[in-house]
């Protein structure tokens, strides 16, 4: 069986000025990088048509160790839609080199179903994050700069309550919490800082929800960066720092194109996590896609609980899109691992485990419900799974009053989601509702959380510590406790402990702060032990990637 670098290797690219056509764009207003990779000017986004076409949101349940291919099933739909005749695009997130590098390794599909040029699109691609990473490091020198020269800006920053964090794009926990400027009078004032993996730094989520170069000015204005040493709140815009952050990003806010490997056209841009940010690709990006094609399929990272609530509750909430269908992806695997099946267990038939762990996808489906939005479930096939097994994933679904369509994208590509595709139109055409928000922005921090916990999560209560009540006051008083929460939570289970797995039932939440990012327009209540700079495993993936004299990459997955 080949690898989905080897698979990658031997596809059969077309120039993406062939890709561009497709979507009636001329070779000459495309911004090239190499023959396969290149920039839409903005100018092509139209607000008409994007209001018009069919948008999917591809989720998922619970992930596990195992992976559930949320992003293949996505690629391999909008090829099946393109196979069964309807023009469709898929919109996707930039990988970021944590996960590249850590657990996960890349995340640009598998099988028959990936998107192309792989090892760029995994690696540096067009150099977007590169540009979030300095602008967000240039705030930050800007801050430190700010306090060396004390008055220099007409006001005198407290150190103490800077609240801005450089970010990198890799998994390093040593930077989490840092002292910057030792070295006595020319090194800076001493202040304790940190790093946050630029994933899900407030520039990358400025990025994906600005809908123009002069919004993503204005929300940069807008970050909240530390108070004077007479209590006067410290914006961006006060530093005068947003006006260069935006120009360092001038190309970053572009969306790129590539294909799949079936030539179906890629818009793939930006790349907040879901557990930590609000995961879903660029609201630039998402409207370019619709304004070319008459579908498209995009995703959420991470379980619905995480990417999808945060898909509907802000970047909806922003943008005024509604999708018109949900596909959910399951796998067996996932399903008996959250049944109690162990790691090395999985590839084994296990129905009394299968039937435990259905008891996750059964949550995940009534919160679709929730959102007043129809869904399908797409079993991910994989060789293992057994007919007994499929079968009675589709029974319980269908007594929930949900179709399971099995789909085999890694190995068939578009041939194997052509019935996916199929469930899918019919569902969109026969929309006629707009998603139901899960709470009023209006609402209190304290009401939106718990609402989020108790009926999306399932929880009993939620615990706030006495540092998240303190950042609560904080906030009311900055005036923005009626923007949106973008909860972090680990992605591992409903609740906030990666330990409880399946539905889990009778837990508490616990916030133990509340963290601020105005310029994106939402607050971050922070749950659990869950970590804005991910750290290595004890055998990383970069261990297995390589490269060799000619260029070639291996290990890359």
């Known amino acids: 069986m080949k690898s989905d670098i080897e698979i990658a290797s031997s596809a059969k690219m077309k120039h993406i000025d062939e890709i561009a056509s497709q979507l009636g764009i001329p070779s000459g207003d495309l911004e090239h990088y190499g023959k396969y990779k290149a920039k839409i000017p903005l100018s092509y986004i139209d607000e008409e048509k994007s209001g018009k076409n069919n948008l999917i949101l591809v989720s998922a349940m619970s992930p596990t160790p195992a992976g559930e291919g949320k992003t293949t099933t996505s690629i391999g739909l909008a090829q099946a839609l393109n196979k069964i005749g309807k023009k469709c695009t898929v919109v996707l997130r930039e990988p970021s080199l944590g996960p590249v590098f850590g657990i996960k390794g890349g995340a640009a599909g598998g099988g028959y179903s990936q998107v192309l040029p792989m090892e760029d ?53 040593s930077l989490r919490h840092i002292v910057v400027g030792l070295g006595g009078s020319m090194g800076g004032v001493p202040r304790e800082a940190g790093f ?71 818009i793939i841009h930006g790349g907040p996590f879901a557990n930590i940010a609000q995961g879903t690709n ?104 057994t007919d007994e097994e499929v079968k009675l994933v589709q029974e319980k679904c269908r007594e929930k009053g949900i179709e399971a369509i099995v789909a085999d ?50 929880a009993n209560a939620v615990d706030f510590t006495a540092k998240a009540k303190k950042d609560m006051k904080k906030i009311e008083a900055l005036g923005l406790d009626k923007l949106p929460v973008c909860i972090a939570k680990t992605q591992n289970s409903l609740s906030d402990n990666p330990k409880l797995l399946g539905r889990p039932k009778d837990f508490v939440v616990t916030v133990r702060e509340i963290e601020i990012a105005s310029g994106a327009g939402f607050v971050i209540p922070i749950t659990g032990n869950i970590m804005r700079m991910p750290g290595l495993s004890s055998s990383p993936a970069a261990e297995s990637i390589d490269i060799d004299n000619k260029g070639n990459i291996t290990g890359l997955s």
């Open 196 to 266: 946050n993996i630029t994933a899900a730094s407030e520039i990358m989520a400025i990025l994906c929800l600005a809908k123009d170069l002069d919004d993503l000015k204005e929300r940069m204005g807008n970050i909240f960066v530390g108070f004077t040493f007479d209590k006067k709140p410290v914006f961006a815009r006060d530093l005068k720092a947003n006006g260069a952050m935006a120009a360092l990003l001038k190309d970053a806010v572009k969306p790129n194109l590539v294909q799949t490997i079936e030539n179906t056209p890629a």
């Open 409 to 458: 994208v890694w190995g068939k590509g578009g041939d194997g989601a052509t019935d996916l595709a199929h469930g899918v139109v019919q569902i969109t055409e026969s929309c006629k509702t707009k998603y139901t928000p899960m709470y009023e922005w209006e609402w209190d921090i304290v009401k939106k959380v718990e609402t989020i916990a108790k009926k999306i999560y399932g």
């Open 282 to 385: 660029s609201l630039i990006a998402t409207r370019m896609g619709l304004s070319l094609s008459e579908y498209v399929v995009t995703e959420a990272g991470f379980g619905f609980d995480l990417g999808a609530e945060k898909f509907f509750d802000i970047k909806c909430g922003y943008s005024g899109l509604s999708p018109k269908a949900v596909v959910l992806v399951a796998t067996i695997r996932a399903l008996k691992y959250h049944g109690g099946a162990g790691i090395k267990e999985l590839k084994e038939p296990n129905l009394k485990a299968l039937e435990r762990g259905l008891a996750n996808l059964e949550k995940h489906v009534e919160n679709i419900k929730r959102f007043n939005i129809d869904a399908v479930v797409a079993i991910n096939k994989f060789f293992t799974d």
């Open 121 to 173: 699109i995994n690696l540096h691609f067009t150099g977007d994050f590169a540009a979030v990473e300095k602008a967000n490091n240039l705030l930050a020198a800007m801050i430190d700069n700010c306090i060396h020269h004390n008055n220099g800006n007409g006001f005198c920053l407290d150190p103490r309550t800077i609240v801005w964090k450089r970010s990198m794009d890799m998994n390093d926990r």
